[in-house]
């Protein structure tokens, strides 16, 4: 079954904390991006990714980071530098970066501090 | 990207066909409009994009004037399952000067199919 994959779908980290959140993808698309809701917000890009072994910063890069070494994995490590990570943050992917092809989105993993 | 207006919310019959307004009087000639919608604690899902002609799919449709300044999303029998926030975006090119190259997504059209 195509798709992307996020996990977990909850998740908990203690102040001082890394967390990772995975997201992975069997659609054998190029880009991925990571975003970030907070209730009752739109989504904001953290990173984006438009090619295996390359990334950029998005809107809200700070306290995030991310890896690109396979084209299925993009994984957002959350750090302990993001001072306020309690959100819902979500994964995509589209088949290249071009402005005419969609995104299509994982379901997010929730994010909460201990 | 260009800035999108929306109502906040909207009411639709079951049954009924429900037309989605949005507002997008300084798209540029390159951005194309997406809709997509959410339905509470899942991510986003893609409903339909087009740049200048009207857009059909199996979920919906896609009206955008002449000028490009508005649209409307069209989902011509409405069920109680399409009671969601819904989005709707304008992005521009890659490229382009317009910052990184994701979604920018507002606020929505929080629609609530009555039965």
């Known amino acids: 079954d195509g798709g992307i994959t996020q996990s977990p779908k909850y998740l908990f980290r203690k102040e001082g904390q890394n967390v990772t959140l995975s997201c992975e993808q069997n659609?054998?698309?190029?880009?991925m991006y990571w975003y970030r809701q907070d209730p009752g917000q739109g989504l904001r890009l953290i990173y984006y990714?438009?090619?295996?072994?390359?990334?950029q910063k998005g809107d809200i890069a700070e306290g995030y980071s991310v890896s690109r070494e396979k084209k299925e994995s993009f994984p957002l490590t959350v750090t302990s530098a993001q001072k306020n990570p309690t959100a819902f943050y979500l994964c995509a992917s589209s088949i290249t970066w071009a402005s005419n092809q969609p995104q299509h989105f994982g379901d997010g993993t929730r994010l909460s501090i201990l | 990207d260009a800035k999108t207006t929306q109502p906040t919310s909207m009411d639709c019959a079951e049954g009924r066909a429900a037309n989605l307004p949005c507002n997008h009087s300084?798209?540029?000639?390159?951005?194309?409009v997406y809709w997509y919608r959410q339905i509470h604690s899942q991510g986003p899902q893609y409903i339909i994009h087009?740049?200048?002609n009207n857009e059909t799919n199996e979920m919906a449709s896609l009206i955008i004037t002449e000028d490009r300044k508005s649209s409307t999303l069209i989902l011509p029998h409405a069920t109680l399952r399409d009671t969601a926030v819904y989005y709707c975006i304008v992005r521009v090119a890659p490229g382009s000067g317009g910052g990184a190259d994701g979604l920018t997504f507002g606020k929505g059209t929080h629609l609530i199919i009555q039965p």
């Open positions: 659609l054998n698309h190029d880009a």
């Open positions: 300084t798209i540029s000639g390159n951005e194309y």
């Open positions: 087009g740049l200048k």
């Open positions: 990714s438009q090619i295996v072994n390359d990334f």
